[in-house]
Each structure stands twice: as structure tokens, then as C-alpha cells.
């Protein structure tokens, strides 16, 4: 988190760098892999682009533009949105091989620890007017045995209606859509929001270079974040998406799964939609 000022801009840069302090302050740990895994990975992934490079022919000039690129995405504190938007799907998926739970996928980039607290039913922090149709979501926690859940514990953030984050953009009151929603004595939610907007990551910076260099495209599908625990489970990292959204099937960072996309319906007080979606987690390790 940096202190920034009103007028500042949402650049590349200003998420960058406070993603990697975020990172370097929560994550960064001491490293218990043994010398022979190390050896065995670092060996494989240098081989793997030794590979690449002789079988594409990658002359100087190539590996010139990789070493300036590589440098800049350091510089501008992109490592954490490259590596979770290019890399991390592929992690969440060898760890979730075999659960029997909901669905997860990918942290990303711009989750905050310790959130406001909130109960059972609840408002997520907004300002006065936050644009945006207002979303009901709600449902139980239960675990795969299907027994309820009293006290789990949902973590919930995500973008307003512009697709940008608090704590990452400027002039964003801090917890802005940011909440820890306590679940009731039946593992029930009820949180009041609004509905994200598709979000497009920052372009301006080195992953955009790589995006427009390569002939892509930096979208993402609306969607929230989520963490949902509760004592004995194995936590549950996910993403929920919406039904129709325009870049459901090409998300830039591979995070959709089919049980992760949401319907919503018009809400019973007339006002915005509304959504059912129930998590079930799985036994702690
Ligand atoms: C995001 O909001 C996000 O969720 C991911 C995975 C990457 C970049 C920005
Ligand atoms: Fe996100």
C-alpha cells in the first residue's frame, strides 16, 4: 500500500509496486525446498528455454528485447500481476487436483489481509452513491460431508464499476469492496454489493508491452474475489464470474472454470440482482 495523492493516477507503476510490497509483506516465505527439488525445477525450466531458443533460432537481437523486457517488469513492479496472471492457474491446478470441495482458482494479484469485519448479513464498505447495479450474493458454507458450517468465515474483494481495486488505485477510500463476512450459526451469508465491472489489467506497463508486442489482449471477466474458511477445512480461494460476460471465454489470466460463473437474477426488492452460490469445503489436510 502506498500513500498517494487524489490527483494521482491509476498507473501500472502505483499497483505494481504496492502488489509487490503486499506480496513481500504477507507471502514471502523462508523457502523450505530441499537443494534437490530446487536443482530439479531450476534445471528444467532453463532447459525448458534452451529448448525454445533452438528450436525458434532466437537470435541476439530477441534475446536482447526478453533482457531489457525481463528488467522493466522489475522496475515496474509487475512481477506479482505477470506471475499470477500468466503463471498461477497452472499452480492452482496441480494444488486442487483431487478435492472433492467448491471449486477454486487463482488469488491474483490484489488481495488485502484482514479486511473489516462483518456480520452474517451485511453491506460490503462502499461510498455514499458507489456506482454500479447492486448485487445480492448470498448462500451456506457446508463441508463435503454436508454438514453445516457455524463460524466459517468468507473473505470477499473485488473491483468497482471503473475495474479498480482499493488499496491499489488512487482515491479509493481504503476497504473500499473489501469485507471478512462472518457466516451465522447455519454457515449462512447474506453480503450486499455491487456487481464488478470486466477489468482490464494495466497496460501502460511491461505486461501491457508484452500484450500489445504479442497481439493480445488484457480483459478479464468481471468477477469477485473470495476466500472462504472455516475451522477444520481447507480454505478455498475463488473467483466468481457472470454469466454473458463478454470475455467469460478468453480471460487474459485463465481463471474461469464452469462452475465458477454466476446467474443472477432480478433481486426480490426490485433493486439490482441477486445470487445464490454455496461453498462446500473440503477437510484440512
Ligand atoms: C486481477 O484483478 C486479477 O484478479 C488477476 C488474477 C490478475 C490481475 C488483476
Ligand atoms: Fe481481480
Known amino acids: 500500500m502506498t500513500e498517494q495523492t487524489a490527483e494521482a493516477k491509476a498507473t501500472a507503476a502505483a499497483s505494481g509496486s504496492s502488489a509487490t510490497l503486499r506480496f513481500l509483506a504477507d507471502k514471502q516465505s523462508a523457502g523450505t525446498t530441499s537443494k534437490e527439488r530446487v536443482n530439479t525445477l531450476a534445471t528444467e525450466v532453463i532447459t525448458a528455454v534452451h529448448d525454445v531458443i533452438r528450436r525458434h533460432k532466437v537470435s541476439y537481437e530477441e534475446y536482447n528485447a526478453l533482457k531489457g523486457w525481463l528488467i522493466q517488469v522489475g522496475q515496474d513492479g509487475e512481477w506479482p500481476l505477470f506471475l499470477d496472471v500468466w503463471i498461477e492457474h497452472v499452480v ?10 467448491s471449486k477454486g482458482t487463482i488469488e491474483g494479484p490484489y488481495y488485502v489481509p484482514d479486511s473489516p469485519v462483518l456480520e452474517a448479513t451485511a453491506t460490503l464498505p462502499m461510498r455514499d452513491g458507489e456506482p454500479g447495479t447492486p448485487l445480492l450474493f448470498q448462500g451456506q ?11 466459517a468465515v468468507l473473505g470477499i474483494w473485488h473491483a468497482d464499476d471503473d475495474g479498480y481495486y482499493s488499496q491499489f488505485a488512487p482515491a479509493i477510500p481504503e476497504w473500499n ?25 494495466p497496460t501502460d506497463g511491461s505486461c501491457g508491452t508484452l500484450i500489445a508486442a ?18 477444520g477445512c481447507r480454505p478455498v ?29 432480478p433481486a426480490a426488492d426490485g433493486d439490482g440482482k441477486q445470487v445464490t452460490y ?7 489436510e
Request: negative net charge; aromatic residues 8%.
Open 92 to 101: 492452482e491446478e496441480v494444488a486442487s487436483e483431487r478435492l472433492q470441495g
Open 278 to 284: 454455496n461453498f462446500v469445503l473440503d477437510p484440512a
Open 237 to 265: 480461494t475463488s473467483q466468481l464470474y457472470f454469466t454473458g460476460d463478454e470475455h467469460i471465454e478468453d480471460d487474459v489470466a485463465t481463471a474461469v472454470k464452469p462452475e465458477l460463473i454466476l446467474a443472477p437474477v
Open 141 to 151: 458454507v457446508t463441508g463435503v460431508d454436508g454438514k453445516v458450517l457455524p463460524g
Open 214 to 231: 504479442a497481439g493480445w489482449h488484457a480483459w478479464r471477466p468481471a468477477h469477485l474475489h473470495l476466500k472462504v474458511s472455516a475451522p
Open 177 to 201: 469492496l473489501r469485507g471478512t463476512v462472518i457466516a451465522d450459526d447455519d454457515g449462512r451469508f447474506a453480503i450486499s454489493t455491487i456487481q464488478p465491472a470486466p477489468y482490464q489489467i
